[in-house]
């Protein structure tokens, strides 16, 4: 079975700033894709970014960039410039690739705060 | 509509009662999902829909949880006989299409279920 950890319950970055999410996973799986998505308060989850397993690039969205390390089962989150509105919990997940309706596995979470 | 609309937002139970939870998805939108989510834990997925054929309920806790989708569209997830364990924001999400599993992931605000 896959599983998703995160190790970091909590992080803090000063605004402006740059702050990194780890997130590792372990799964037995050629084909799949990895997503972080972040939950505000209102507790909808939103995606940030997501990365096909197969593409050796690094997705970016803007302020909000990946380092996916294959072999090491690694997908982590780097914020830059941060910004009050960052400020939420972050789920790295994993969904499988190939099959209808693949759930997404998440971790534990990071909850970020961001100091003025 | 403009999003996945979940109701009620808030649900408060008396241990021992059934409860029921709405989910309105995009309209359109083929594939359903429900996860459950503890506090200050990541959610965890209960059961997938294909329009109105449930086809995944691995993760339903237990047979007092049931889910339906009887015309393809709404969903009510169902709680026979609710326990304080059953505490938790549930989540529906939404996507247009099975096949991808890239695809985007519409979710709903969740309904927060406290079991007193």
């Known amino acids: 079975a896959q599983t998703v950890t995160q190790s970091q319950p909590e992080m803090s970055v000063q605004e402006a700033e740059t702050v990194t999410l780890s997130c590792t996973y372990d799964t037995s799986e050629s084909d799949y894709y990895l997503f972080w998505y972040k939950q505000p308060p209102s507790r909808q989850m939103i995606l940030v970014i997501r990365?096909?397993?197969?593409?050796?690039q690094n997705a970016t969205e803007n302020r909000f960039s990946v380092n996916f390390q294959k072999a090491a089962k690694s997908f982590s989150l780097k914020i830059s410039d941060s910004q009050l509105g960052d400020a939420a919990m972050y789920f790295c997940a994993y969904r499988s690739g190939g099959n209808q309706g693949g759930k997404l596995i998440f971790g534990q979470g990071t909850e970020l705060s961001v100091k003025p | 509509g403009a999003g996945v609309s979940q109701s009620p937002r808030y649900k408060v139970a008396k241990r021992g009662q059934d409860v029921a939870l709405r989910c309105d998805p995009i309209s359109g939108h083929v594939s359903l999902f429900w996860y459950q989510q503890a506090l200050g834990q990541g959610p965890e997925f209960l059961t997938y829909f294909q329009n109105e054929a449930q086809l995944d309920k691995s993760g339903l806790p237990s047979d007092r949880f049931f889910a339906e989708r009887p015309e393809g569209s709404v969903s009510t997830l169902k709680i026979q006989r609710t326990q304080q364990e059953d505490s938790a924001v549930y989540l529906c999400?939404?996507?247009?299409?099975?096949?991808?599993?890239?695809?985007?992931?519409?979710f709903g605000s969740g309904t927060q279920l406290s079991v007193l």
């Open positions: 990365q096909e397993a197969y593409k050796q």
């Open positions: 999400a939404s996507s247009l299409h099975d096949r991808d599993p890239n695809e985007k992931l519409f």
